[in-house]
């Protein structure tokens, strides 16, 4: 870091598939590798012994990892004793002066040898525990050696740690980095991170407790924030080029970008725009010769055909890669959150659900789960407005927009991010989705749109 404390980085995505324990060593010596690169060595013979320190445990970590899960340990002692055994007597004869004395002394020396023998199994996480104090120590020395004697230990996409070694892994890296210095911050989608398990004794790290949680998303919530951060980035990339983001694109298109993203998603954007750009050029190519000094300008629908080639590539990334051995759960859960928002005569864009049933059901979970993989994008809570729902409060949701790419809305995207008024447009109680939404027999008429007529603006 720019004040001269170290941070350490290890990269999740490297370790993928590896098995507990040996993720947790690779985890380990990565850190070290890593710390030891960050730290400014000033002082040559300490250094050197530190350095020295550090390699030596790297490499008893490198044994470690390529050892057996089980190792069979034969050991030997070997006693050696002596004994000593010793007396004196004293005797006399008496007779006046001239008597007569005598001492005699008498010893025994015996030596005996033992052996012993003990053959047994040890786990290799045994034989990691047997070793915080040590990895502790290595890492409060570099952390001395750090500005401030801080150092931070960042470990990002967590989620490839398989979900049921988290809290040990989590539990043992709070162990050797407590009171160390070290700084541990953990990152990966909130939807697939186990930070803590119950039992006696717990493992892990608890919310609230031995960690914090820190959402870094801004979310369509936040519409203006997410807007104006996403066209500083790209009014940066743009910089050379004199053209700023309202050069580039209509004011539709700026807007549709940012709910394309389902928020402030730099990465997205940045693709998103790069794909619209080539939409663009060919639509103005196919209307005539595209002349050097035409000006581009990208409009809706030009974000609309580049959301929608990309949907299947979203999907595949968000639900077969970052799901896990959750996926095929999640992916029959999306269908059916995106069938049942296409159904309606009058919405293809927005999902309400109740907010109770977030954290009570398994399918409120699958819903968490699908926003943090950011196929839906939360927008805020409200009430329906219905006398029936008064009271009960629902979560708004936005379906990524490349599941409606193909047909144009009738009535528009509410622009929620503009005043109440176009919200309470969400508060309908038609639009809360639950599992059992289907009509009898499972049959669902869809409605279809023609597609927008080519060079005109979509009307949302």
Known sequence: MAN???????????????????????ILIALLDSAKAKIRWKQAASDLRMSITVSKMRSELNTLLTDPAKTRMLVYRERNTKKSLSGTGVAGLAGGPGGVTGVARASRQSQE??????????????????????????????????????????????????????????????????????????GGVESRLRTFRP?????????????????????????????????????????????????????TARDRLVLACGGAVARDYITITESALSEALDRMNKDGALDAGDEVKITAEDVHRSVRKRIGEKESESLKLDAGSEAQALTARWQDVCSFVQQSSENEVFVLVEQSQLESTDWGRQIQQLENLRLLHRIRDTVPKTPSWRGRRVIVYMIDLGQVANQRMRTGIPEFWKGEAEFDRLRRAEWVYTPGWRPRGGAVHQRTTNPAPQGSEPLF
Do not use: N
């Not at 990269?11 to 590896?18: A, I, K, N, T």
């Not at 043992?172 to 070290?182: A, E, I, P």
């Open 199 to 251: 039992g006696d004794p717990p493992q892990g790290m608890e919310l609230g407790h031995d960690v914090d949680l820190l959402q870094l998303d801004v979310t369509l919530a936040s519409f203006a924030t997410a807007k104006g951060f996403l066209e500083r980035v790209l009014d940066g990339v743009l910089k050379d080029m004199a053209v700023r983001t309202s050069d580039l694109l209509t004011p």
């Open 113 to 186: 040898r033992q052996e012993h023998y003990s053959d047994f199994e040890v786990l290799k996480i045994e034989r990691l525990l047997q070793i915080v104090p040590r990895v502790s120590g290595t890492l409060r020395s570099l952390a001395a050696r750090s500005h401030g004697g801080m150092a931070l230990a960042f470990v990002d996409d967590f989620g490839y740690v398989a979900l049921p070694d988290q809290p040990d892994v989590l539990g043992y890296l709070s162990r050797v980095c407590k009171g160390t210095g070290f700084w541990l911050k953990i």
């Open 4 to 26: 001269g404390t170290a941070a350490a980085l290890v990269d999740m995505e490297q370790f993928s598939g590896r098995e507990y324990p040996d993720v947790l060593i690779e």
